[in-house]
């Protein structure tokens, strides 16, 4: 079945005057255009296509990468405002509409949101919503401490930045967690800190614990390198002033330097530490 809005992996039947015709297994057949078909092809060959409804709402497909796939979140412009809502350019020759009702605020034109792209079952049409939440659940959550996970950043709170976890879930991280800059749009890694009970995740954007050492002392080791092996931070370095070179917190940093020191790779001095 050739799914709208997602990836295919179809195989070439013919070509013709207008371009390739590609199908599935169920017989199913949709357009590849020639302005999109490779230089190189052959019959009965496997071919990774995106599949659309063109201006025309003809199924369609393309080797375009669009920035936002059916059931995902980006972070899109908008090229756009027209009688029924917002275009936006999600990198296809049809722009994506956010319908007037589909937005948690009046967008404007030039300006950027995170939306999410579904399949209208009214319309049966690829459509966009920046009401985010409406598409996130923290029902069912499998996650330990540490775990890694994808992070799509998408509001800011008094508490911290919410975040999208894993394309499926809403997390948070806490502004005393954040040791570099973060904005709206950022496609982040992260790891889970906490679970709580409720069902809310609390996210770090460092490993927690004992797992934290390594990454940390490799990002030292990473930035003295960088920095023709010295940097003047020490014990008596200001938390901002390791936060500003860093992007780390002062009990990380302290962490991160014992390991190095202890596997002498590093001198400590009074103006800072000294690769070895």
Known sequence: MIELGNYNTLKVLRSTSIGLF????????IL??????????EIDQDMKVFCY????????????????????FAYLEVVEVGAY?????????????VPFREQSERMED??????HCYMDEESMRLTGSSRVDKFLSNESLDYNQNDLVNLLVYRKTPLGWEVIVDNMHKGLIFDSDIFKPVSVGDELKGYVKNVRDDKKIDISLQPIGAKMLEPTAKMILDKL???????????????????????????????????????????IQDDGIHLI
């Open 225 to 267: 390198e960088e920095n023709n092996g010295f940097l003047p931070l020490h014990d008596k370095s200001s938390p901002e002033d390791i936060k500003k070179t860093l992007h780390l917190s002062k009990k990380a940093f302290k962490k991160g330097v014992g390991i190095l020191y202890r596997q002498r790779k590093i001198n």
């Open 53 to 72: 409804l063109d201006n025309a709402e003809r199924p369609i497909s393309t080797t375009l990468k669009p920035k936002l796939i059916r059931n995902g």
């Open 22 to 29: 590609l199908g599935d297994d169920e017989g199913t057949e």
């Open 32 to 41: 590849l255009p020639n302005k999109y078909v490779p230089e190189d092809f």
């Open 85 to 97: 809502g917002a275009f936006l350019d999600w990198g296809l020759e049809k722009h994506l509409l």
């Open 110 to 115: 030039g300006n950027k949101y995170i939306v």
